[in-house]
């Protein structure tokens, strides 16, 4: 992703995508804005056929806004929202190389063609994420863990990464498709991607504690 140093120096992380989500009722087409604060704040905004959705975690609490309302995250969402975070890779990566989390080598294999060392990376928690890095260019290639689907419940969840640009000296991913189970719910692109801009923690607060 850039390297160590690059990893360690990030602060904040903003992308804009667009999104093709799969769903029963077929695929829906959204636009999504996500706010990352290392290490452990981020905020998505999606806009949806339905009215705007945002869902946001200040490291401590999170909260949801819906056509609707506001309203407190509950439990099962807050304990997603907590997994989501640490499972960033710029924080995932700096923690492992900080010796803050276990990390096993497990095996070579093909992601997409690609031949890559699949590692584990296990944090204080014992969330667990399996992670599949190129072996000729270093990419993050492929993210594994147990993950949560809605309405399903556990499910394996796989992110492929692709399209890999350098973005203030990170290397990110343009493209990534989010498979449950081995099947597709959902597919990224990404327009734009903007490193350490400074982003306002007020974006984190609840909209009525906003000061």
């Known amino acids: 992703m ?9 602060r904040d ?9 799969v ?5 829906l087409q959204l636009t999504s804005k996500l706010f990352v604060v290392l290490p452990d704040k981020f905020r998505q905004d999606v806009i949806t056929p339905f009215g705007e959705l945002s ?8 909260w949801q806004k819906t056509p609707q309302g506001t309203r407190a995250a509950p439990p099962p969402v807050l304990d997603l929202l907590r997994k989501n975070a640490a499972r960033t890779p710029v924080r995932l990566l700096r923690e492992a190389a900080e010796g803050k989390r276990t990390v096993q080598f497990l095996e070579t294999a ?15 928690t014992g969330d667990a994420v399996k992670l599949s890095v190129d072996l000729a260019t270093g990419n993050l290639l492929k993210l594994a863990f147990q993950g949560m689907a809605p309405g399903q419940g556990p499910v394996t969840e796989e992110q492929l990464f692709s399209d890999f640009r350098p973005v203030g000296g990170l290397v990110i991913p343009f493209k990534i498709v989010v498979l449950q189970d081995g099947k597709k719910s959902q597919e990224r692109s990404v327009d734009s991607a903007e ?5 306002d923690a007020k974006l984190f607060a609840r909209e009525e504690e906003k000061k």
């Open 13 to 21: 992380l903003t992308v804009l995508s667009r999104l093709t989500q």
């Open 55 to 62: 869902l946001a975690y200040d490291g401590e609490q999170g």
């Open 195 to 199: 490193v350490n801009i400074g982003v």
């Open 23 to 27: 769903t029963p009722g077929g695929e």
């Open 2 to 10: 850039g390297g160590l140093e690059v990893l360690k120096g990030v």
């Open 110 to 124: 093909e992601v997409d063609g690609h031949p890559a060392e699949v590692i584990l990376v296990t944090d204080a």
